[in-house]
């Protein structure tokens, strides 16, 4: 991976109209988002010859999106696959540019996650559950039908083993809210978060609260990526990635098995081996927020705060902006909207990009970004970047 | 005539597969039966095509009876239902115990009548069985 370091970044961002009722198809939310991504790099459809995307089968496919932007790409690929994917495809798009097999490729996420397929909320069959789990007539019959249900499993005990408490969960939340009071295209953008109020919200499912849950919205982002080099003749702030972990597993396939692993724990290493950096070096952050406490875990396992002091951390505000390390600073899923993480990856690339210099939103120090993204707690991704 | 009071379990019953049917049979006969790997010794629960710790296809079924103990290693309490049948018996505490004499095997159920006030990690259970149709039982745990 070393060889790569640089030579490689994200030229272009864009997402979607953002709500809960589209009114159109994933397709249609697909090539707005794919449209606004090519202004964003000052590129044409044309220059793109590899379109990818990942889905729950809610989506459409990457061949329809460059059929209707009027293309005939090289590649395309599509997989199966929520959290973290954004992660994996980056890793192939470089790999296919590396090896001559594309030149610049785009990569979307585009779902109806409201008004169509609900990923927490009985957008799938109990067959399906039981069935396409590893081990899902184990947790099926007993009401566990939700990612809620089988994150709190994990966070009961870490938290009870670390000394994390809910007001902690409440300061990532708070933290996130507060971000999206000055992102008018945040959801919850208008609907600030106190602690008092957040300490008075029943659980859904312990420990978890609404405000902990991520959102659902409709909407569709995308992406492109190129060489550095070839990125000299785009109109945007090239943020190169500097290291990245594709996608890593823990040590069994059915993720109840080891409830003190995660895949993060193993995904580290190998990020800040392959960028050349140190932890304390990050200094701004996306991190995959599907649920509060996901939070929590990564900042331990990619080493951002040590073990044992992610609760004090967060309690003295270094979430937030003015923080020792801002994250998601347009809300997250938590509070800005949902595409499966995508949406922290346009965050933080705008954020490295300086692009809201002049503005409360702008992140002091930028120098050193990471970016992760958490299928489960069995499979994770993360990328480092910087501009 | 004596006619009895007839039951119906609304909740989801457990599909059995090649992988677990020998589990789910056993629940059956209200017994407890998990999958073991005769090369590195370790159970493998949920069962599968062959071992998930040393990838042996060595691989057998051992029964432990019916006399089944362990404490609850981490556990939620679901106040929304977010399966069929659920909605009837909120809150719902669904829990990963692990066994008292076999640590490395942990099961995952439903702590039945427990609350925030009386589950925690530590609690101990007994495996007790829930007749859900005239063939069917599942396995659940109570405090003991």
């Known amino acids: ?387 | 005539m004596k006619e009895e009071t007839k039951v119906i379990y609304e909740k989801p019953i457990p599909l059995k597969n090649t992988y677990n049917a020998p589990y789910w049979d056993a629940a059956d006969r209200h017994e407890l039966n998990v999958q073991k790997c005769n090369t590195c010794s370790n159970y493998n629960h949920p069962p599968g095509p062959s071992c998930a710790n040393c990838g042996s296809i060595d691989v057998f079924w051992e029964n432990l009876g019916s006399t089944i103990t362990g404490e609850v290693y981490t556990y939620i309490v679901s106040n929304r239902p977010f399966l069929p049948g659920f909605q009837n018996e909120l809150p719902t505490v669904i829990a990963v115990v692990q066994l008292e004499e076999y640590p490395d095997i942990k099961i995952i159920g439903n702590v039945l009548h427990g609350n925030t006030e009386t589950v925690s990690i530590g609690t101990k259970v007994k495996m007790v069985w829930i007749e859900a149709t005239e063939e069917r039982a599942i396995p659940q745990w109570v405090m003991v």
Not at chain 1, 93 to 108: D, P, R, S, Y
């Open chain 1, 1 to 387: 991976m070393e060889k790569i370091r640089e030579k490689y970044a994200i030229v272009g961002v864009g997402e979607s109209n953002r709500s809960k009722n589209s009114g159109v198809t994933p397709l249609e939310l697909a090539l707005e988002a794919a449209r606004a991504a090519l202004a964003d790099a000052g590129l044409e459809a044309k220059d793109i010859d590899g379109f990818m995307s990942y889905s729950e089968m809610d989506s459409c496919n990457p061949h329809q999106v460059a059929t209707y932007l009027g293309v005939r790409p090289k590649v395309v690929k599509e997989m199966f696959g929520g959290g973290s994917s954004t992660e994996l495809l980056i890793a192939e798009a470089i790999g296919l540019i590396e090896t001559g097999q594309a030149n610049t490729v785009l990569i979307f996420r585009s779902m109806n996650g409201r008004s169509g397929v609900r990923m927490g909320g009985g957008g799938f069959s109990i067959d399906a559950l039981q069935n396409g789990f590893d081990g899902g007539s184990f947790i099926i019959p007993y009401g566990a039908g939700s990612p809620g249900q089988w994150f709190g499993l994990f966070a009961t005990r870490h938290m009870h083993l670390n000394g994390l408490t809910q007001e902690h969960l409440g300061h990532v939340c708070t933290s996130f809210y507060e971000h999206a009071q000055r992102n008018p295209k945040a959801f919850f953008y208008g609907k600030p978060l106190t602690m008092e109020e957040y300490m008075s919200t029943a659980h859904l499912s312990s420990p978890f609260t609404k405000h902990d849950y991520c959102l659902e919205s409709d909407e569709a982002n995308a992406i492109i990526v190129t060489s550095t080099e070839r990125a000299k003749d785009c109109k945007s702030v090239p943020v190169k990635i500097l290291g990245m972990a594709a996608r890593e597993v823990v040590s069994h396939a059915h993720y109840w098995k080891n409830i003190d692993e995660v895949a993060a724990d193993y995904v580290a290493p190998r990020l800040y081996e392959n960028a050349g950096v140190s932890p304390e070096d990050i200094k701004v952050a996306s991190i995959y927020d599907c649920f509060s406490w996901v939070v929590l875990r990564q900042l331990e396992a990619y080493g951002l705060v040590p073990k044992g002091e992610v609760g004090d951390f967060v309690s003295a505000g270094n979430l937030r902006m003015d923080g020792k390390l801002p994250t998601n600073t347009a809300g997250g899923m938590l509070s800005e909207g949902y595409t499966h993480g995508m949406n922290n990856v346009l965050e933080i690339v705008r954020q490295v990009r300086r692009e809201y210099e002049g503005t409360e939103r702008q992140v002091k120090d930028t120098e050193l970004a990471i970016c992760t993204g958490w299928t489960g707690p069995d499979v994770a991704g993360a990328m480092i970047l910087c501009k």
